[in-house]
């Protein structure tokens, strides 16, 4: 069975594994490269279409040693003590298991891509209704705020073509 181990740095990669609910913490701390203090436990769950997202990992442990992965909102406390999954400090690795029925089964970093994007409700583009991805779209409203700067020489081309020897002053001849 394949589970997913998301490493303190954010690095996912997928675990095979013969596990099932009697050796699950053991065989999951096996596989920890990095631990958090006590033992290993069940964190979270959500429920995913006709199956639930399981996640273990540790919520206590040391400096340095801080999960930096970003859990999916409105996961169901497995421990009273923890707070919500999108805002609970994790330490070590976490596991991501899927269960159907009474039943692990596979999953894989493509699944849990898809379920996080479900649980945070799609990404936003950062595009307004007046934006476009189209590379033909008419850019002349934002050309209009755009300062195109002259190099030394154009300035001085420039310079040169506005010129005009009546500008300049007279030399002051007068003695004083």
């Given at each position: 069975m394949k589970v997913i181990r998301i490493q303190c740095?954010?690095?996912m990669d997928e675990i095979t594994e013969d596990i099932d609910f009697r050796n699950i913490k053991k065989k999951l701390?096996?596989?920890s490269l990095n631990k958090g203090l006590n033992?290993?436990?069940?964190?979270y769950t959500w429920n995913y279409g006709n199956s639930r997202i399981?996640?273990?990992?540790?919520?206590?442990?040391l400096s340095g040693k801080e999960n930096k992965h970003d859990l999916p909102p409105?996961?169901?406390?497995?421990l009273s003590?923890?707070?919500n999954s999108d805002t609970q400090l994790l330490f070590g690795d976490l596991f991501i298991l899927q269960t159907e029925g009474a039943k692990l089964c596979d999953f894989e970093v493509?699944?849990?891509g898809l379920f996080y994007s479900v649980y945070f409700e799609g990404f936003d583009d950062c595009l307004t209704d007046d934006e476009s991805d189209d590379p033909d779209t008419d850019d002349s409203e934002l050309n209009d705020f755009i300062v195109i700067s002259k190099t030394e020489e154009e300035e001085e081309e420039e310079g040169d073509a506005d010129?005009?020897?009546?500008?300049?002053l007279d030399e002051d001849i007068n003695e004083y």
């Open positions: 740095n954010c690095i701390r096996g596989h033992n290993i436990q069940h964190l399981l996640c273990y990992g540790w919520s206590d442990g409105k996961g169901e406390k497995a003590t923890l707070d493509a699944d849990y010129y005009n020897s009546s500008d300049e």
